[in-house]
């Protein structure tokens, strides 16, 4: 029984989250810049089974695929490639960094400290992805 990793993507950071090997919890791991994603992956996958990643789809209010899959779509073809044996998958992720925001907040962060530490937001988002995506497998 693998694991499922969830991916925020993004240009400047990538929040990373995965679950326990029983696929009951998501817990954030780390943040990395695009030019160290994949070296992340292959050492990660290297030590632990995974099954799934799941990357963030971002769309816009109307349900329209967002200007950033231009640099999505190459990121997910290069997971295929790369790890051929684990299934990759898109889960919508409008909302995700508000919920981020919010959630860094009610844990009492201030918002100075969250403006200063946009990894925290990214992990979160990528947490929050992971979540959802592991409560539509259970509700499907």
């Given amino acids: 029984m693998g694991r499922i990793i969830a991916i925020d993507y993004g ?3 990538i929040g990373i989250a995965a679950t326990d090997p ?3 919890i998501a817990n954030g791991l780390t943040t990395v810049g695009p030019g160290d994603i994949f070296k992340f992956l292959e050492d990660y996958v290297a030590k632990e089974s995974v099954e799934t ?3 963030g789809l971002p769309k816009t209010m109307r349900g ?3 200007e950033s899959m231009k640099y999505i779509e190459p990121f997910v073809k290069g997971l295929k490639n790369k790890f051929p044996n684990i299934n990759v998958e898109y889960f919508d992720e ?3 960094s508000v919920l981020a925001n919010r959630a860094i907040l009610e844990s009492g962060k201030g918002r100075k400290e969250r403006r200063e530490n946009k990894e925290l937001v990214d992990m979160v988002s990528a947490t929050i992805i992971l979540e ?3 409560e539509s497998i259970h509700n499907s």
Avoid: L
Wanted: hydrophobic letters at 40%; a positive charge.
């Fill in 22 to 24: 029983s696929k009951i």
């Fill in 132 to 134: 959802g995506y592991m």
């Fill in 94 to 96: 409008r909302f995700t």
């Fill in 53 to 55: 990643i799941v990357v």
């Fill in 64 to 66: 329209e695929a967002s």
């Fill in 11 to 13: 240009k400047k950071r």
